[in-house]
């Protein structure tokens, strides 16, 4: 399962980055972290483009670099695909021309047939004859990733592609994201600073401060781990994946399953069958010792109480099973206290809201 | 009315410049690509040297290239190693002076279009399989153009009017060094006035004529015109 090995040392005076990272072959690894963590650097040092002192890189069984048998493949010999933050799209060639540089200099490239795929999928079919400089800044995007993706590329790795739009160009890409992120069948590695962003595309969540991994894991796992801040911020909340299940026109909504219960959702206009990635903030989520029955929340859910944090302040975090599910609970201390909530005891939580992320 | 003996000064003044430019492109080009990337501490003294022909007094340079290409000179003993005799008042010793004299007029215009175009798109090259050599004429020769125009243009033009160079390392000898410049020079000595001007009119023209295609046609980079 595991076959993008990464070790990296690098010091550059003031800044050092230490990673050792085992990512899986499949989905969207997300590197999270602050302006400054060494996320960009260490996508970087992945692509080639910087060049670690000490470094050993694997990925699909090929070595891309091992500093202490002298190998360094440089980027243009690797297999990958990149974005970047801006979309680097060369502005004396038109974006059809700016999509064949790469594919003509690679044998296995993607083909015209899947090229016009990848064209209709980003949605940039009547942008081709243009020129970059008369493209929107999404739309620039949209070609910097078909130009990536007509590689046919091992691996794609983004650093921050949508940091540079504003949030009316990141909503119109999001979705294109999305769709990506459920087609590709190669590993991709997400360079953001987004909480929404690691909500709606990440499977892998990577967490790095100050040049280190702090955590790495399942995007639930991690999101939910009490000893990290994630878990602390206003913004906590954890994401499941969920399968529409059956549609209740009279009400206007969708009910959907996930290992071990079902939800009710808002009515989503899919398929059933469909899956989803819905997002419960911690915020949205109260807890109660008995089941609930005259309330006006849909979703009540039994689960057990798996972790707690000490009662430092006037808040608590919770982390509790449903089923197989991983939720967080933001609660006052005080109710911690009142309602004896241990590690191990059966509740029922109550969910006030949750959202739909594709 | 230009007489034949102008004529032909005319036509060895455009081939010297034209030889001389197509060699000023080819060592000025990696050139201003090395000095627009490098940290090198060379940087400054290489960057000095090319620029010495600007602030230096054409006789100075003419001067000690004749020293330079005579028999017991450096270049002289290397060419006649070579078994071609020594360069000074020839056809070659006049293109190497014109090369030297004219080098920044290249270098310049090229070093800045060079240092406009950022890491980024060399950076976006190479991940789309672009090797260094590769990308240089795919990305930055393409994004470098305008520089390239100008560099052509300036490095022609200028050794189309070099005096003093030619002066003391090519003499005056009738389609073999002699130039326009030294032509004209020769019918004010005679009081050919008329024969001056005819020649100096062309000259004016000509020059004139490249730096209105310079400023009206070259738009797209404001650094790759210096006198701007």
Not at chain 1, 116 to 139: C, F, K, V
């Amino acid at each position: 399962m595991t076959v993008i090995n990464a070790r990296f040392k690098l010091n550059y005076g003031d800044f050092t980055l230490d990673v050792d990272l085992a990512l899986p072959s499949t989905g969207v690894s997300v590197l999270f972290g602050h302006s400054g963590s060494g996320k960009t650097t260490l996508l970087r040092c992945i692509a080639g483009l910087e060049q670690a002192q000490q470094g050993y890189l694997e990925i699909n069984g090929a070595v891309w670099q091992d500093s202490e048998r002298k190998i360094f493949l440089s980027t243009y010999k690797r297999p990958l695909g990149y974005v970047f933050q801006e979309a680097n799209l060369f502005s004396h060639l038109s974006v059809l021309d700016n999509l064949h540089y790469g594919l003509k200099r690679v044998k296995n490239n993607l083909g015209m047939i899947k090229l016009n795929q990848t064209i209709d999928l980003l949605g940039i079919g009547h942008l081709l004859a243009r020129m970059p400089s008369n493209l929107s800044g999404g739309e620039r995007q949209r070609v910097a990733i078909a130009r990536a993706l007509a590689l046919n590329p091992e691996i794609l790795l983004m650093d921050e592609p949508l940091a540079s739009l504003d949030i009316k160009r990141k909503q119109e890409i999001l979705p294109y994201l999305a769709r990506l992120h459920q087609q590709l069948d190669i590993p991709v590695i997400y360079v953001t600073h987004s909480q929404q962003e690691v909500a709606q595309l990440a499977d892998t969540l990577v967490i790095l401060e100050e040049g280190c991994v702090l955590a790495s894991g399942s995007l639930a796992e991690t999101q939910s781990r009490l000893d990290l801040p994630l878990a602390q911020d206003r913004e906590a909340a954890t994401v499941w994946q969920v399968i529409i299940s059956e549609h209740e026109n009279d009400y206007h909504l969708t009910r959907v399953e996930f290992e071990g219960g079902s939800l009710s959702l808002a009515a989503v206009d899919a398929e059933i069958g469909t899956m989803l990635r819905v997002q419960i903030y911690a915020r949205d989520v109260s807890i109660s010792l008995v089941e609930p029955n005259s309330t006006s929340i849909l979703n009540i859910l039994p689960a057990v109480i798996s972790q707690l944090t000490e009662e430092s302040d006037s808040q608590a975090v919770v982390q509790l099973r449903v089923g197989q599910q991983l939720l967080l609970a933001h609660i006052t201390s005080k109710s911690l206290v009142l309602l004896r909530l241990k590690v191990g005891i059966s509740v029922f939580v109550q969910i006030k809201g949750t959202s739909i992320l594709n | 009315m230009l007489s034949s003996a102008d004529l032909d000064t005319l036509l060895l003044t455009f081939k010297v410049a034209a030889i001389a430019t197509t060699i000023m492109l080819l060592i000025g080009t990696p050139l201003a690509w090395w000095l627009s990337r490098t940290n090198s501490s060379l940087k400054g003294v290489i960057n000095a040297i090319v620029a010495l022909p600007l602030v230096l007094p054409p006789t100075v340079l003419g001067f000690y290239l004749l020293v330079l290409m005579g028999p017991t000179g450096i270049i002289g003993q290397f060419t006649q190693w070579l078994g071609i005799g020594t360069l000074s008042f020839t056809f070659y010793g006049l293109v190497l002076g014109s090369v030297l004299y004219s080098m920044p007029f290249v270098v310049q215009p090229l070093q800045s279009s060079f240092a406009m175009i950022g890491k980024q798109s060399l950076e976006a090259a190479a991940t789309l399989r672009a090797s260094p050599l590769d990308s240089f004429f795919t990305v930055v020769m393409p994004l470098a153009k305008p520089g390239f125009i100008t560099a052509a243009i300036l490095g022609f033009t200028h050794t189309v009017g070099e005096f003093g160079v030619v002066m003391m390392i090519g003499g005056n000898i009738p389609n073999k060094t002699r130039v326009v410049s030294v032509q004209i020079y020769n019918h004010v000595e005679a009081l050919e006035y008329a024969d001056a001007h005819w020649l100096a009119g062309c000259l004016l023209l000509f020059s004139f004529t490249v730096l209105l295609v310079l400023y009206t046609q070259i738009k797209t980079s404001p650094m790759a015109q210096p006198f701007k």
